[in-house]
């Protein structure tokens, strides 16, 4: 598992300083440990513990590892708490590269089985409400998951505005956001919304109806 952002160390908490602690290299990495920890921390929120109360040390004893083991792996609980939800969510679709239009389709498509997969999970459900109460959290999030998604969205735009599928006049960060929009209200902001099977589909359609170029 990759470190990919520094976080501020919870730890600080305990003495009232804050201070940024870097990961400790040394022995080697177990997975099956890292999966332990991991999965210790899921079965807590999926308890309902919340951010605040999960404490390292309340994660080691659930997980069945010392706090040292984690403080290897982990600066501090934030930094746990953020691959837990890179774990908790499923990965990314691979594009299938055949047009614009059916890689569109696909990454909405993921999008809609995340917010189908919000629904009925209550783990997610319990990350993401705690995750946006806490500003560090959120931005390390947004900047490992939200923004690659989002560049690979304004990828497939601009390849189709340069193989001609939509019009070279539009403003690609505007189209992203007409196209995209619609899905993450849906599954974000009206979680009883309908999510039906063609969803992507029909928005990419119809959104790419004004978008065409003008025929010769």
């Not at 990965?91 to 569109?104: A, E, I, K, Q």
């Amino acid at each position: 598992m990759e470190w990919t952002v520094s976080l501020v160390d919870s730890r600080a908490g305990d003495t009232g300083d804050e201070r940024v602690v870097s990961p400790v290299r040394g022995r080697p990495r177990s997975e099956a440990v890292e999966r332990s920890i991991i999965e210790g921390a899921m079965k807590l929120l999926e308890e309902g513990v919340p951010l605040a109360e999960l404490s390292i040390e309340r994660v080691a004893r659930t997980a069945g590892v010392g706090k040292a083991t984690i403080y290897r792996r982990w600066s501090g609980k934030e930094e746990l708490f953020l691959d837990v939800v890179r774990t908790a969510e499923p990965p990314d679709p691979v594009l299938p590269g055949t047009s614009m239009r059916d890689d569109l389709v696909v990454l909405l498509e993921a999008t809609r089985q995340r917010g189908l997969l919000n629904r009925s999970s209550a783990i997610l459900h319990n990350v993401f409400a705690q995750m946006k109460s806490s500003p560090k959290i959120w931005n390390a999030y947004h900047a490992t998951v939200v923004a690659p998604r989002r560049q690979a969205g304004t990828d497939v735009l601009r390849r189709g505005q340069r193989d001609g599928e939509i019009r070279a006049d539009v403003d690609i960060d505007l189209i992203g956001d007409l196209i995209f929009g619609p899905m993450l209200v849906r599954t974000i902001m009206r979680p009883d919304a309908d999510l039906p099977e063609d969803l992507a589909q029909r928005i990419v359609d119809t959104a790419l109806e004004g978008l065409r170029p003008p025929a010769r």
